[in-house]
């Protein structure tokens, strides 16, 4: 008998993994955030999943952290800020040999978890794959893309990587993958904070290319410093290529903004900003960013964290 895959966090990433999952027969709970929550999700019937156009409803089984059921695998989907929180109200149901599988972009939310759960394996994930909502307990598969998993103190492989094989879920256990979330946060940090303060999609960041260059050289700065040399290696090319690849998207955080919903900012330039003041690195541009953008968050009324 298969480990069921309990999801906390129906968002766009949860609910895209739960009904791949799902739809290849493997045995999924969604942990809902509360009784009404939980109530919507029985009256909608399931999850939603649009893929090419097609709408696919997938009736996976709902509860609350109430539940009494023990958790031996716990895929964490919720936002950086809500990981822990979430980890804490669900840390007397794990079995004593559960794993963790954390979706959170950026870096401080998954050591935040593990010192929750510090007798519980945290398997970290890097995701370039994209999904968004377009109501509730519908998502719509927008980008497909890849995910890296890997943990840094144990690098064996879980046995479950097959079960993500046989959901299509394209993925690589890497021993790296520190290296993968410090790549990515540099890259959302030269893109997203940008692109919000340009109001522009990540094309519009070509008229601003000097700006980019000089966060560019202090991110990778910063990377050496903390003992991540190949996230830094060729970044500005990469930033580049990102902003060309992706010139029509707007960024995630563009995105947050635009809805009026809480960024990642602490988990990612915040992050940044919080190491190099630890490792005494004096990176100017990088810590005027961080406060133009907390001003403009506050400007909109937003969390500034
Ligand atoms: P989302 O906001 O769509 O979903 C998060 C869900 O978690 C929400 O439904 C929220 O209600 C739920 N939640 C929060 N706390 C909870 C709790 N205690 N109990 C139950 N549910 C709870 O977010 P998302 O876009 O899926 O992003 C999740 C993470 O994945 C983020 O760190 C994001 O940066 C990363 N990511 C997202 C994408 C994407 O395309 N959406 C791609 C790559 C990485
Ligand atoms: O990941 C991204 C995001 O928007 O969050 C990209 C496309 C790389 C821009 O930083």
């Not at 791949?20 to 019937?45: M, N, S």
């Not at 790296?176 to 030269?190: E, G, S, V």
């Not at 990102?242 to 990612?268: C, G, K, P, W």
């Amino acid at each position: 008998m298969s480990t069921t895959w309990h999801i906390v966090g129906a968002g766009s990433l949860g609910s895209l993994w739960a009904s791949r999952l799902a739809r290849a027969g493997l045995p999924v709970r969604l942990i809902l955030r509360d009784t009404a929550r939980h109530a919507a999700y029985q009256a909608a019937g399931g999850l939603t999943l649009v893929e090419h156009g097609e709408a696919q409803l997938y009736p996976i089984p709902g509860e609350t952290s109430d539940s009494e059921e023990p958790i031996r695998r716990l895929l964490v989907a919720c936002k950086a800020y809500d990981a822990e929180p979430a980890v804490a109200q669900l840390a007397h149901r794990l079995t004593a040999d559960a794993e963790l599988i954390l979706l959170q972009n950026g870096l401080g939310s998954q050591d935040a978890v593990a010192a929750r759960v510090p007798q519980t394996r945290c398997i970290s994930a890097s995701s370039t794959e994209g999904a968004f909502r377009d109501s509730d307990w519908r998502v719509v598969f927008a980008g497909h893309g890849y995910t890296w998993l890997g943990d840094a103190a144990h690098p064996v492989a879980p046995i479950w990587l097959d079960e993500l094989s046989a959901a299509g879920i394209p993925h690589a256990w890497t021993p790296d993958i520190l290296t993968r979330l410090w790549r990515k946060l540099a890259l959302n940090c030269a893109i997203n904070p940008l692109t919000v303060l340009h109001d522009c999609r990540n094309g519009g960041l070509q008229q601003h290319q000097c700006e980019v260059a000089t966060l560019c050289a202090e991110l990778a700065e910063l990377l050496e410093r903390c003992g991540q040399p190949a996230a830094a290696e060729d970044l500005q090319q990469e930033v580049e290529r990102v902003i060309q690849a992706t010139a029509a998207n707007f960024s995630s955080m563009y995105q947050d903004v635009h809805h009026q919903r809480r960024t990642e900012i602490s988990y990612l330039l915040g992050h940044a900003c919080k190491v190099a003041a630890r490792h005494q690195l004096n990176l100017p541009h990088l810590a005027q960013l961080e406060q133009r953008l907390i001003a403009h968050l506050r400007t909109l009324g937003l969390p500034s964290d």
